[in-house]
């Protein structure tokens, strides 16, 4: 499958909302923080802002 946050990325881009929350959740804590800096250092502005708010 390759990059995790990657495909959690494009999960959230291709509308699925339910699957993206699951794996969010199933993340621990560290790796939600990695998740976020994975956000912020590598998916568009427009996008991050997006998903943070689906994260919160």
Do not use: C, Q
Request: charged fraction near 25%; charge should be negative; aromatic fraction near 16%.
């Amino acid at each position: 499958m390759g990059n995790i946050f990657e495909y959690m990325v494009e999960t959230y881009l291709n509308g699925n909302m339910s699957v993206f929350r699951g794996l969010y959740h199933e993340l621990n804590k560290d790796a939600r923080k990695d998740f976020i800096d994975f956000l912020l250092s590598e998916v568009e502005p427009i996008y991050w802002r997006e998903i943070l708010k689906h994260t919160i």
